[in-house]
């Protein structure tokens, strides 16, 4: 998270604004294609996954967002209440099945963190 300024704008002046500045068009559409691109990956998982395969589907986009391949080195910057309720599971569902994924040796938790 960081610090930032929300702006509400008329939408005639959000499309002069974007007529105007080219780089701010582009950003508004690679954020846009950033978001679709989430929600198709999750809603697949959300269809057709047990409990696991939800969690790994969050996790997977998490450490793909970072730029990371190493095993363990992505810090998850999201609480137990924050993944269930992006998956639809219960708190109780998610920390038990982070704990036997942890068992598995897919994550690893340090002081309350999860590492992916």
Known sequence: MEDCTVLRLER??????????????LKLFQHIAERMRFNSIFLNSLL????AGRLLTILN??????????????????TRK??????????????RTFKKMEHAGILKIIRGKIFY
């Open 12 to 25: 005639a002046v959000l499309f002069k604004l974007l007529k105007a500045d080219f780089e701010i068009q």
């Open 82 to 95: 924050d993944i269930a309720s992006l998956t639809g599971l219960r708190i109780e569902t998610v920390i």
């Open 48 to 51: 057709y996954d047990n409990a």
């Open 61 to 78: 986009f998490v450490k793909d967002t970072h730029h990371q391949q190493e095993q363990y080195c992505c810090k998850i910057p999201y």
